[in-house]
């Protein structure tokens, strides 16, 4: 083009020759560069699985609404990676075993409640059923903060009702106000019977609440089915549950609301729209229900799961999502101004160490600095063969030069500052001042929850950045907070499934269990046990957990692997029952595909008899920790249930705000903490049976470290 210029005519050729001089970088701004230096190899590039609940988080925050529902969406290619599991085997199964049967398929025929006539209908039709699915429809993903929209409702297959309250656009038809569908449907709707049933009710149960429609009798929840018939499947949603259980394709919210910036509020919907998009999700919820339940209840185990754990957390989870947490903005935002000044010092004394100025947050600058320049000696290398700089790596080689540590420190202040001093002020509600952060069920395959904005379940708990955090969720005047934590409950676990003797007798004594192992193992008393021997214990009574072995040992005790290899054998003399547990549990698990927890909830392991080491070896590493980490997850739903029935009513005393891991948090008033601590400590610890005790430690104070 360039060397043609000349010959092109008319207005093309005057504005080709006006911009001969920046062609040559348009070229190169467009032109795919394809010798950058990656700290990453091509498996680390492949398309992977995607991490869903980080996604949520991010997707949630920004509001990117389409993203959100393409990710809860699914697809084809989801299912095929999902591998082993019920959803796999129905998949591969097809209409041999899968076709629903003729009520379940096909489209259903829906009406819109305008009018007085068509209310008490409705109403008349909810009254008669045994079950009524529901869904709301709103203008916001936060439940806290949605208005209400409308409504829908279905009793039958292939039916169902759709009753707007809010809808806008100019020329909307008159719809029913909310004080009528209060009055009429109200009772109803807050009645234990008929039972209730919907699809993420947790969010329905939000949003009705907030609107004066209390919702009683909730028995049913069609996601929680999905979730518990198969906790390793990608998602939950209601578009992938019914193309695969229905072999039925949903509209999509984008069919009606449009994508991108184009979209609109549901509230700006045509109601000839509305109605079939809103009244199909509560029928594609009874049919769903319909096709998932029989399969739970052909499973005693899974049944009592869902029936006694999952769905009645459900409104648990709602009440202390609605209570929220007080924080100090004003104190989180000195936290941010510290830690930006601690940053700026780290990076001055970075460049002081390399000799000269470079970018902390840029790996090739990073590798060239420790490697080439100051020639330090790389521990871990990327697939690609360079040297790592991930975190686990400069750890390796912190002791070789001071940089690798501050690289570190910097790290962690970074993380910490974007992720909750700076952001956390603003997921304040306006209208509570609280934070509230939401909690999901159906996420972790192995039934622990997970929560978003924001989550709180990776705050640090040993650092001093993450205690300072943590110093900003703060009780209300005249209240405290107050937490109780499980004390090595997965520890405990593991003697109890284990049956092994030795765990069993130093955890029923009271003794220190890592002190007691490292006694074991030693041929020692427990008075005789050095600090370094009960550290050695404990990265190994820990690491066995998670399945660590020799090698994972030697780099968390900077031993060689055969002296690591020597003190596992040790262990293993000494706990036979360990070995025995973990041997029969990694031979379950490839025999059935899954594993199970105290109370009957499946785990399933999709790679457990891959081809590929790597990936079997992993999934038997989780065949053995799974069943520990969901019975653990277990315990404490049956403790949060227990705790929820007790506390009913006694808002004005003591609320219950947040699940992290093993601790439960509450804000309790100071005239009352005596009284309910003690409560709290006697019921925790009493939610399981197990052949040892489940020790819990509280704690309170001004703020959450203080309490922990």
């Not at 000839?272 to 009874?286: F, G, P």
């Not at 690609?384 to 080689?397: Q, V």
């Not at 969720?473 to 209240?479: K, N, S």
């Not at 029969?584 to 059935?592: I, P, V």
């Amino acid at each position: 083009m360039i060397a043609n210029a000349e010959q092109v005519s008319g207005k093309i050729g005057e504005n080709l020759r006006a911009a001969l001089d920046t062609l040559p970088l348009s070229r190169d701004l467009v032109t795919i560069k394809t010798d950058c230096e990656l700290p990453l190899g091509l498996d680390q590039l492949r398309l992977q699985a995607p991490d869903t609940e980080a996604l949520i988080e991010f997707y949630r925050h920004y509001e990117f609404r389409q993203a959100l529902r393409e990710l809860e969406g699914g697809g084809e290619e989801q299912e095929r990676a999902q591998g082993a599991g019920p959803r796999a085997q129905v998949a591969e199964q097809g209409a041999a075993g899968t076709t629903p049967p003729e009520d379940l398929q096909g489209p259903g025929e829906y009406a819109a409640v305008l009018t007085e006539e068509d209310l008490e209908g409705l109403r008349a039709a909810l009254a008669d059923a045994e079950l009524i699915a529901f869904d709301s429809e709103t203008d916001s993903l936060d439940p806290l903060r949605a208005n209400l929209v409308g409504l829908s409702f279905a009793v039958k297959p292939k039916q169902g009702w759709y009753l707007p309250i809010a809808h806008r656009y100019p020329g909307v038809p008159d719809q029913l106000s909310l004080a009528r569908v209060q009055a009429v449907l109200g009772p109803l709707l807050a009645a234990e019977q008929p039972r209730k049933l919907a699809q993420h009710g947790k969010y329905d149960l939000h949003v009705l609440a907030r609107h004066g429609l209390p919702v009683g009798g909730y028995r049913e929840d069609s996601m929680l089915e999905s979730y518990v018939f198969d906790s390793a499947a990608l998602n939950h949603n209601m578009d992938a549950m019914a193309k695969l259980y229905l072999g039925y394709e949903t509209i999509k919210y984008e069919d009606v609301a449009g994508k991108g910036k184009k979209q609109i509020s549901f509230a700006d919907v045509m109601l000839e729209q509305a109605v079939a998009y809103a009244a199909e999700d509560a029928d594609i919820t009874l049919r769903l229900h319909r096709a998932l339940r029989p399969r739970i209840a052909a499973i005693p185990e899974l049944e009592k799961v869902y029936t006694e754990i999952e769905v009645p957390l459900v409104p648990v989870l709602r009440q202390m999502e609605a209570n929220g947490i007080l924080v100090d903005a004003g104190r989180l935002g000195e936290l941010s101004r510290q830690m930006g000044r601690e940053m700026t010092e780290l990076v001055k004394q970075a460049h002081a160490e390399a000799g000269r100025v470079f970018n902390l947050d840029s790996p090739s600058q990073l590798i060239k600095i420790l490697f080439e320049e100051l020639g330090l000696k790389a521990k871990q290398k990327t697939p690609s063969g360079k040297p790592s700089t991930n975190e686990d790596a400069l750890e390796e080689i912190a002791d070789q030069h001071p940089l690798p540590r501050i690289i570190l420190d910097y790290r962690t202040l970074a993380k910490l500052k974007s992720t909750y001093s700076d952001k956390l002020p603003e997921q304040i509600n306006p209208d509570t001042g609280r934070i509230h952060t939401s909690y999901h069920q159906a996420v972790a395959n192995t039934g622990r929850l997970s929560s978003s904005d924001p989550n709180l379940q990776n705050i640090p708990i040993r650092t001093e950045q993450g205690r300072k955090i943590r110093q900003a969720f703060i009780a209300p005047d005249g209240w405290t907070v107050l937490s109780a934590d499980y004390s090595q409950i997965e520890l405990r676990i593991m003697a109890h499934l284990s049956g092994d003797e030795g765990m069993l007798r130093a955890f029923r004594n009271g003794l220190d269990i890592h002190r007691a192992t490292a006694a074991e193992v030693a041929g020692k008393s427990v008075e005789e046990v050095s600090s370094e021997e009960r550290r050695s214990a404990k990265a190994v009574n820990f690491g066995l957990i998670y399945g660590m072995g020799a090698h994972g040992l030697a780099r968390n005790l900077g031993i060689n692997r055969k002296e690591a290899a020597a003190y596992i054998e040790t262990y293993f003399a000494r706990y036979p029952g360990i070995r025995r547990y973990m041997e029969q549990t990694k031979l379950a698990a490839r025999e059935q595909g899954f594993v199970e927890t105290l109370f009957g909830r499946r785990l399933y392991m999709k790679e457990i008899n891959s081809p590929r080491w790597g990936l079997r070896a992993g999934a038997e590493r989780a065949a053995i920790n799974a069943p520990m980490q969901g019975t653990a997850a277990d315990i404490i739903k049956l403790a949060m249930l227990d705790l929820h029935r007790w506390l009913s009513g006694k808002d004005d005393e003591i609320r219950m705000l947040l699940q992290v891991h093993d601790e439960l948090v509450f804000e309790v008033r100071e005239d009352c903490l005596a009284r309910y601590q003690s409560e709290i400590v006697e019921r925790m610890s009493a939610a399981a049976k197990l052949d040892v005790p489940l020790l819990v430690e509280a704690g309170s104070g001004a703020n959450w470290d203080a309490a922990h």
